[in-house]
């Protein structure tokens, strides 16, 4: 029988199998194992895990597991907010009480309050609840996919060198031309379906604000329409935008939307950057070495 795999809450008697790419891996993880394994991610459909061990079959591996989905509409959280207390306490702290609904404001108390506080490489910032909420990990697969962590680089290239990695979610970069679209709809050729979407998830407080970026600008050939979308990324990154340096996140929410940059959070990623970046600080401070870099890193 194989070992209990308790990683994700998998009932007694369940064992993992791991595939690669091409081919099956001879190793059953048990609950002992958890530990080596720490949340990476999460979209609709999957939950990835990376590597945290020293096992050399390992090292440079994420896990993508299926997930359930429970019924109703993923990611749809019930906008509920704050009460009159809650309200007081939380009134001089930036987003907090303006959030539409508490799971957002909640988003907001670790970059807002535990962050600064601690300082950023003492706080995770978790699962998104309402990521929880919508499907649990589909305990009853026996096997997940193994792949490479593209958060780094290949295994023993740039050993020792810092690695930053950008993770773009662009969305339809095109208005659509179909002759097929009505005239009742004629408003899909002129504005973008991500732009359309957007007022759809602030009406139902699923995003605290509305996105700056605007798809066609990343996908549109101009150096500067391009760095335009690169700095709204950076302004609201959503769950469009996130930076890691060498696996571990800088910037932007693991799973879940972030929430607009502010000052705060701009430092701590400048901070982040500047152990492996040689910069300039009276620039940093006017915060333009953070869209400098960005440019820099991503085009
Ligand atoms: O339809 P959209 O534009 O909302 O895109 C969905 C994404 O939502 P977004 O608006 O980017 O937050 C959604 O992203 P999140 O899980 O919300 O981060 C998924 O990528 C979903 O793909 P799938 O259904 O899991 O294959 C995406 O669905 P598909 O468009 O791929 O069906
Ligand atoms: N191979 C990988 N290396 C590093 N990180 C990864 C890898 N695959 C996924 N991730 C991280 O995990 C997150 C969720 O993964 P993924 O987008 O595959 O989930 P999904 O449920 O299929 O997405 P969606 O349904 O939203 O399209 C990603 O946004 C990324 O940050």
């Not at 930053?164 to 709809?185: A, D, Q």
């Not at 996908?219 to 996130?242: E, G, H, V, W």
Request: charged share 20%; glycine share 8%; aromatic share 8%.
């Amino acid at each position: 029988m194989c070992p209990r795999f308790d990683l994700l809450g998998a009932s007694s008697g369940q064992c993992l199998l791991l595939f690669g790419k091409s081919f099956r891996i001879e190793v059953v993880l048990a609950q002992k194992d958890s530990a080596d394994w720490a949340y990476r991610g999460e979209g609709a459909v999957n939950l990835v895990l990376a590597y945290t061990g020293s096992s050399p079959s390992f090292v440079g591996k994420v896990l993508r597991i299926h997930k359930a989905p429970r019924n109703g509409s993923p990611g749809a959280s019930i906008p509920t907010l704050l009460s009159t207390h809650e309200q007081l306490l939380w009134r001089d702290i930036d987003g907090i009480v303006s959030s539409p609904n508490k799971e957002i404001a909640a988003q907001l108390y670790v970059p807002h309050v535990m962050s600064p506080l601690l300082g950023p490489k003492y706080v995770d910032p978790g699962r998104p609840t309402w990521r929880a909420d919508a499907g649990k990990v589909d305990t009853h697969q026996d096997s997940v996919l193994l792949l490479t962590d593209h958060s780094l680089f290949p295994h023993g290239t740039l050993k020792g060198q810092p690695c930053i990695s950008v993770e773009i979610k662009p969305k339809c970069g095109f208005l659509p031309v179909s002759r097929f679209i009505s005239e009742r709809n004629a408003t899909k050729r002129s504005i973008t379906r991500f732009r359309m979407h957007q007022f759809l998830k602030l009406h139902q407080g699923q995003i605290p604000e509305l996105s700056e970026y605007n798809p066609p600008d990343l996908f549109s050939k101009s150096k500067d329409r391009i760095y335009k979308a690169m700095n709204d990324l950076f302004t609201t990154p959503q769950n469009n935008f996130r930076v890691f340096l060498n696996g571990s996140l800088v910037f932007g929410q693991l799973g879940g939307i972030a929430h607009a940059t502010n000052l705060v959070i701009s430092e701590a990623f400048e901070d982040a950057l500047k152990s492996v970046c040689l910069i300039n600080s009276d620039l940093f401070r006017r915060g333009l070495q953070t869209r400098l870099n960005l440019k820099l890193l991503v085009l």
